[in-house]
């Protein structure tokens, strides 16, 4: 899947790897599974730090469609014998709030090249390929790795003779490869399912509430076209499910979906507290010690003195 056009990207991603790995080497094995596999996972960190506005501007879009929610559903009662003319109110009304359906794409959309190249470099290097200004030595420490015992450039349906090669286990490296891909498939759902589920809690009914649905349970079987991939491609590929996974838990818990209250207005509920808090709310605050009462002043009543002996009188 080499697109000569992108030439210059696959170079760029080459020499990238090819900083970090050298980065590593100067402290770890160069040919070490662990070096290679932190190559990957921080190559796969810095190209979404690198989408991370993307990212915000996708899910603030969605939130402002989330609070236009209740209009849209309006205007499909409104117009719902005219799908035309309720296409159009909707349209106007996302136009007119400055809220775009299609910015959810935008992530998918920066990411898919960068995953076309790590599969173009990882491939090539699978295969023994001098390209991109990879040299001998960086393909070859790439070709000697292995990771839980399973070869970087291995496939699951690479041959046993080929895995051999390596000089890994045929047995032992279908077995990583498998649990990578599980791993894969179900990182993919949990995401999937997060988005969903807050989409369905926002509008219990959109009409497109099973599609998502079924999108949920089938998006986990893309994973397992990941067992044509090497197992570097596939290490990049859980490691950016997890990572979406952890970004979108954070930003659904920093801003929490709008709801209908008992007037019927929107309303924003108060985000849920973070790790920090709860370490503070959970820490034992130390006790003060509880101060004494002071002693109530005792007023002194005067005693009565005889009457002999009161200022002025007389013994009689």
Known sequence: MELSWLNWLYTAVAHVITWIHQGYS????????????L???????????????????QMRSSKKMQELAPKVQEI????KNDKQRMNQEVMALYQGQGANPLGGCLPVVAQFPIFISMFTVLNAMAHGQLKFGMTQQFVDSARAAHIFGAPLPATFWTSSAQIEAFGANAIQTKIVLAVFVAIS?????LTVRQSVGRSMAQMPDNPMAQQQKILMYISPLFAFFSLNFPLGLILYWVTTNLWTLSQQHWFY???PSPVVDAKGNMVTPEPKPGLLSKMKKSAPEPEVPAE???????RQQPTRQPRSKRTGSKKS
């Open 26 to 37: 100067s402290f770890l094995d160069p040919n070490g599974g662990l070096t290679w596999a």
């Open 253 to 255: 818990s920093r801003h």
């Open 39 to 57: 190559t990957i996972i921080t190559l796969t960190v810095l190209m979404r730090l690198l989408i991370f506005p993307l990212f915000l501007k």
């Open 292 to 298: 004494e009462p002071e002693p109530k002043p005792v």
């Open 185 to 189: 498939s179900l990182t993919t759902f």
């Open 76 to 79: 499909r009662k409104r117009y």
